[in-house]
């Protein structure tokens, strides 16, 4: 009894230990997707009130907590009877990211800036219902961005394990899920509430406290704004990464590209290092453009029809 004992808790020791070394590869191998999942969620929960910004944030956690319980489980289950799907709904996904980054640049392109302070004040002066529709329209953006990205990450770490014991599989991608989330939206709340913290600190009676009161205060907005700079540039980088490692055509090309550069004296290196970067990035534009224009087109040829 108690040599079985024994030797159940030295299984369970190993499997820890294969999933702790599992899960710190996984995590080397997402660390760039997670940098553009910080990005993207930053800029999209930006821009409601400072009163709902910590809920708003929680409104996407949990929704990126449903979306792991949907896909950790799905990922293993297509893994093990269909792994050719795998690559078709990733490049989807894609798609969809490309398509979002598009949108939102021909959004800031049509947006009208104002003109004069009333003009300002009209734009600033919305009701609480357009808040709240505001607010929810952000959380279902964030969410469905999340879940692609989450997909991404899934993927990968489960490509990591591809060749480990179905227990090992399951534990690294519930640590991996739990861990990222935690970790981004962690760093999300904290990057909103930026600005409250430099407000508290100016409010303090000793002065190195009220420079860097000051000093965060000027440090928010620009941080805000690299962020959506940022998170929109992110979504044409992943989705044109999945879709050039979908199509073995456009990754051979990159591989190519990347291998004709680095034979160039002195600034090879350096070029053929952000070759793949500046081809994911051209890709990700051209399909998003390409998703834009079929969008565009069914609407037109298939109008909804507007209830009285």
Known sequence: MMSSLLLLLDDIATIMDDVAVMSKMAAKKTAGVLGDDLALNAQQVSGVRAERELPVVWS???????????????????????????????????????????????????????????EAATQLALTEAQLHNMEKDKIKGAIRTDFILSAEIIVISLGTVATAAFVTKVSVLTVIAIAMTIGVY???????????????????TSAAQQKMGHALLAFAPILMKTLTIVGTLAMFLVGGGIINHAIPLLHHFTEDAVDHLEHIPTVGSIMGALTPTLINFVIGIVAGLLVVLVVTLIKKLWPRTKTP
């Open 60 to 118: 996407v956690a949990k929704g990126s907590f449903v979306n792991k319980v949907i896909l950790v489980p799905l990922a293993l289950a297509i893994s093990v009877i269909a792994p050719w799907l795998i690559n078709p709904l990733l490049m989807v996904g894609g798609l969809f990211l490309c398509y979002e980054g598009v949108e939102k640049v021909l959004h800031t392109l049509q947006h009208k800036k104002a003109k004069t302070a009333e």
């Open 186 to 204: 962690g760093l999300v709340a904290l990057i909103v509430k930026i600005d409250d913290m430099g407000l508290y600190l100016t409010e303090k």
